[in-house]
Structure formats: C-alpha cells, structure tokens
C-alpha cells in the first residue's frame, strides 16, 4: 500500500449534492480527467483520489476527506501546494482546512533548520520570549534605517527586520541597506553584552535571492526573511536546503488569497518547507483573526512533530507595548514578540521605548 496524504476539506453545498461535490474534487486533485476514461491499473487504484469522509459541521457546510498518492508530490514543494488545493482553489466556497501527511515527508521536506531553539542560541535567550522589531516605513534611505536599527540594538532588542515593503528599490538598494546597518549593529554592543540581529527581506527572482543570501552571509548576518507565497513554495525551500547556516523568517503576506486555514497554512506548511520562524496577525491588531486562530497557529508551528524542529511563532500586526503582558499570557514563552510602528512612534525616544519592551520580556516568567 503507497502512503497518502489526507487532505480535508471545508465544502459550502446543499446536502443532496456534496457526495458528488466531494468526489469531484478528488478527481480534480488527482488525476484531472473522466475516470472511466483510464485504464492504466495503477493510476485508478493507486492515484485517483479517494473520498474518504464526509461530515455535517453546521447546516450547509460539510468537512470532506479526500486521500491523494504522496508519490503525486514528487518531492517538490510547489506540487504539494498543487496537489492539495490547485484547481480546488478556483471554487470560492471550497476550503483547504488541514492536511495529514505522511511520516516520510518530515525527511524529505526537512522542515526548519535552526527553529526556535536555535534562534534562541543566537541572542543568548535560552528559555525566554524573543523580541523583535521592524525597518520602516519604505522610502527612507538605508543610512536613515541604520539609524533607526541603532536605536532599536541600544535598547536591547533581539532581531530587527526589514519592513516586507524592503526589497531592492533605488531608495534603499538591498546592498546599501546590508552595509549600512550591518556596520552600525557591529559597532553597538546591546545592554547585557548581546548584539541584536538584523534581518533583512529577501526578494526577487531566485538567482537574485541566492545573491541576496550571499551579501547577507558575507556582512556576517545569519538570519532573513522570506515571503512563501511571493516568492514560491519550491523557491523557499530550496534556499533552505543550499543554506544551512541561515534561519529563515516566513512573512505571511500574500496568505490571505487562498483561502487555505492559516494554521495548516502559516503552521504547518511553512514550518515544514524551513520556516524557523513564522509571522502572523494577531488578534486585536490591524487584522481580523479570531484568537482561536492565532493559537492554532502558535500551536501548530510548535507541536513535537517527529523530524521537525519547533518553529517560532510571532504573533504582530498593530501589536502595542501595553499588550505584552496579555500576549505572554495567551502565548507563553515559545515566541517572538514583533513590535514595530507602536515603538516607532516613541521617535527621539526609541532607545527607552525599546528598553521598556524587551525589560517587561524578560520580566515574564520561564523556565
């Protein structure tokens, strides 16, 4: 028996036509034709897609379980996004919901290289929340953002990121921006002897992101961040798998088009193709997930999975400082805290605003 990946689906249809709607989408995601149409042997009882289950959740809306052949994914990250939801996601009332994969795909895909416990290790944090904060806003020069990233190290943060607005514009060409802030963090030593880490945003072609990574690596910065669903599934993890040394940060923008649950999508998905980390909109930012949803996706990202590294979960968003004792609550330790515009708004006082963000971090118990 080939292993299967079970695909589940959330499906808005009149009870009478779901078993049908069910089984079209199995076919749809498997073999794309009239299945009276094959003959082969192996592909009808092997690769066709098969309707494993069909639940009521609520009146008109139904969670089906569809089986599909691991070998259709081929080791390719790209066709297992394909697999899973490709033409399905054409259909507006059709929701890839989760995914039960099999065993093998831990090792094939690999999942994070460094996750939570490494990007710990890089800013001396062995059981406490990370914190971290953000370039912005897009159209400052790259000295200007060096400052900013000044001010940010002074007050002790542990990662300071691109705003995903970065790439490689005139304004602040990628090199200019490695450079100048590389240069600043080097010579600003963060209170308690650590040194804050900058990552930058990565964009472009492949080729271009390759030597985007290199500039990184040579100015001695360890850690970037990538966005899945710009810059593609394959594309990601294949810089995963050629830089070792590197963590990657996942951004999720562009997760909202799918219609794919964020924490199959942002926890899972992400995680497994390399995401060391993972950010994602809180609750009661400037977005609408349901609490429920974010602790989906912190669980998710972190659950023990046998082969996967814990993925950081880094709940932002329009998130202010009053809300950190409210976020370590609801989230634990297990994560990065992403504080950027309420922290920029402290302007001449961004050192101390900073310095009062990571001091309540730190004061929050852990093991």
Do not use: W
């Amino acid at each position: 028996m080939q292993p299967r990946l079970q695909a589940i689906y959330h499906i808005r249809s009149d009870a009478p036509a779901i078993e049908a709607r069910a089984r079209a989408i199995a076919v749809e995601q498997s073999v794309e034709m009239p299945v009276a149409a094959i003959t082969d042997d192996f592909v009808r009882s092997e690769v066709v897609g098969r309707v494993e289950a069909i639940a009521e959740k609520e009146r008109g809306l139904f969670e089906v379980r569809i089986s599909l052949a691991a070998e259709t994914v081929g080791g390719d990250a790209g066709q297992l996004l394909n697999m899973l939801f490709g033409n399905t996601s054409l259909h507006d009332n059709v929701v890839l919901h989760d995914v039960e994969l099999p065993a093998e795909f831990a090792e094939a895909f690999g999942g994070p290289r460094h996750g939570l416990h490494g990007l710990r290790r890089r800013v001396g944090a062995p059981a406490r929340a990370l914190t971290c904060s953000a370039l912005k806003p897009q159209g400052l020069p790259a000295a200007k953002l060096a400052e900013l990233a000044r001010g940010f190290a002074q007050g002790g943060i542990d990662y300071i990121k691109d705003d995903h607005g970065l790439a490689d514009q005139a304004y602040s060409p990628f090199e200019a921006r490695i450079e100048a802030i590389a240069s600043v963090l080097r010579r600003v030593e963060s209170p308690g002897g650590g040194r804050a880490c900058y990552v930058p945003s990565l964009a472009g072609d492949l080729d271009r992101m390759r030597a985007q990574i290199a500039l990184a690596s040579e100015a001695g910065i360890d850690t970037v961040m990538i966005a899945p669903m710009i810059a593609g599934f394959a594309n990601v993890h294949r810089l995963v798998r050629e830089h070792p040394r590197v963590a990657f940060v996942a951004h999720p923008t562009m997760a909202g088009a799918a219609r794919i649950a964020p924490p199959l999508l942002l926890g899972k998905l992400f995680r497994l193709i390399g995401a060391d980390a993972v950010i994602f909109p809180n609750h009661g930012g400037r977005f609408g997930y349901s609490p429920d949803t974010c602790r989906a996706i912190a669980r998710t990202a972190l659950e023990e999975r046998a082969g996967l590294a814990p993925c950081v979960p880094v709940p932002a968003g329009g998130m202010t400082t009053d809300r950190v004792g409210e976020l370590l609550d609801f989230y634990g330790a297990d994560v990065m805290l992403l504080i950027g515009g309420a922290l920029l708004e402290a302007g001449e006082r961004l050192v101390e605003a900073t310095a009062a963000f990571v001091a309540e971090v730190k004061r929050y118990p852990h093991g």
